[in-house]
């Protein structure tokens, strides 16, 4: 239920006037079925992040996760412009940014890593983000995004995924102050 808190978050945020940009990534179903996952920028283009792999035997170098091979030049071309795109114009520190996620695909990119880290020491910069529940090997990024002093994190569960969103709204505001 991340993303779509995310999308209530930035729907709630946009009309109470916050500038936003950034993105998120969406589920693609193909037949019921999920055969991927898009980048969605809240400007509204749309790329591919990964899709199902049937091929193991390809020779150039994948970058998987489970059943999905990552895009990664698609999703690079389409992330990385929006995250940099943070430092410019008078209005920063006062626009919230929206990372929805930061996780095992994105991950393999080392300019997105760059990036995200960038965005996260610029001064005065709101980010509104989602990270993965720690499971298995951590990822380093993550980690280091969890236990920093200027980041809140919410646990999203199913119990509290509808009534957490007027918290999440209320300290981006909170942010921008």
Do not use: W
Request: net charge positive; glycine share 10%.
């Amino acid at each position: 239920g991340k993303t779509t808190l995310i999308q209530k978050a930035t729907e709630a945020l946009k009309s109470s006037g916050v500038p936003i940009d950034g993105f998120y990534t969406e589920e693609v179903r193909e037949g019921g079925r999920r055969i991927g996952f898009d980048v969605v920028t809240l400007s509204g283009r749309r790329g591919t992040l990964s899709r199902l792999g049937f091929d193991s035997s390809t020779a150039r170098r994948e970058y998987r996760v489970g059943q999905y091979v990552v895009d990664l030049v698609s999703f690079e071309h389409l992330v990385l412009p929006v995250l940099r795109n943070v430092d410019l114009g008078s209005d920063t520190g006062k626009k919230v940014h929206v990372i929805d996620e930061v996780g095992k695909m994105e991950l393999f990119s080392q300019s997105f890593i760059q990036a995200v880290r960038q965005t996260l020491t610029a001064s005065g910069t709101t980010i509104l983000g989602t990270i993965p529940i720690p499971k298995g090997k951590p990822l380093g990024l993550v980690e280091e995004i969890r236990s920093r002093k200027d980041v809140k994190v919410f646990n999203v569960t199913k119990e509290n995924r509808d009534n957490i969103l007027q918290d999440i709204v209320t300290t981006v505001q909170n942010c921008r102050k």
